[in-house]
């Protein structure tokens, strides 16, 4: 897996979402989507490396990664039930614990371990049910619970409240044997009543693809996004901001589906030209490729350390979306010392 960081300016608002869907979701389960460590968490055939987003009424949706919006606890005497249904195989010998799954606040993830924050992991009354429940006799509450990840604390506002279930965190528990999955979430009290449930199924995809996922390896898992700027400023470049990271994964094509779950490969020296780059170059969108109104991905092909759409190769685009009315809104490879920072290890 390789990364980049995106530099983006905003203006009058302008946003960007780059989160895929879930086939239903209902509840406190917002979605199902690729983990962000997998190059091929949703393969049918291959091991189980998927988030579970969650959401309440008042913030339904991505708004729910919002930091002034808490998550979720768990009562005191109580657990949650993470329960894979239709669609999910076990695999037998891999044990339902921390390795397995973690507990996340935020997006990307900020990992809050058991061992850390309160919690033991282990299987339900049946194979497919992962069981959380606190340590403490007075459970976790949401306002309270918090990850230990070591850039956290310079977050500007601190994620807060359980968010999201990484399944297949370090190891996976599980296949995706069917057309699609189906995963419920249930929050249960000390007397043994569901207080809050949800669920949320998933198509599984025939082969695998590349992909690009949020990450936050850098500046020590600080919390990249919901950063706040004023228009005209740009994340990375204004002082107190931080440029947005993005994991690359080639596709494990000739990978059998068992040993997709390690690979960890992605493209080196790739970047992104912003449309306003591309018209300062003077360069024609072919009919193809029109649709990427935001820009374009580019491999460096000739290693010269530069972006161009003329002789480099096009992997992909970039689809915005902003509010009404917003203009100058620009999304680009961050520059370091003079030069586009291209994607490079995850390890660099």
Known sequence: MTR??????????????????????????????????????LVRGAHTGINVYLQNDQAPGAAFMNPEVIGYGIPAGGRIEIELGDGFKRVGNIALTQKSIMVVTGAPQQGMP???V??????????????IAPTGEDGLAADELMSPAPGAAGDPVRQRGIKVFHIGFLQSAFTNSGRSGSVTVRIIDGDGKTVESGSADVDFIDAPAPQIQPNNFPNRQRNHN?????????????????????????????????????????????GVLSTQQLDAMDFFMPDAIARYNGGLVIQDSDGDGRLDPTKDRIIGGIL????????????????????????????A
């Open 4 to 41: 980049f960081q995106l530099t983006r300016t905003l203006a009058l608002g302008a946003l960007i979402s780059v989160m895929s869907a879930s086939a239903m979701a209902q509840g406190i389960v917002s979605k199902i989507v690729n983990s962000p460590l997998s190059a091929a968490g």
């Open 114 to 116: 058991g061992m850390k």
């Open 118 to 131: 309160g919690y033991e992991v282990k299987q339900g009354e049946t194979p497919n049910i992962y069981v």
């Open 226 to 270: 919901w950063q706040v700027i004023a228009a005209g400023e740009a994340l990375g470049v204004t002082a107190g901001t931080l440029a947005i990271p993005i994991m690359l994964y080639d596709a494990p094509h000739g990978v059998a589906p068992g040993a997709m779950v390690k690979f960890k490969q992605g493209p080196l020296g790739v």
């Open 320 to 347: 915005g979306a902003a509010p009404s009315g917003a203009k100058g809104q620009e999304i680009k490879s961050l520059n370091l010392n003079g030069a586009v920072d291209l994607s490079k290890p995850a390890s």
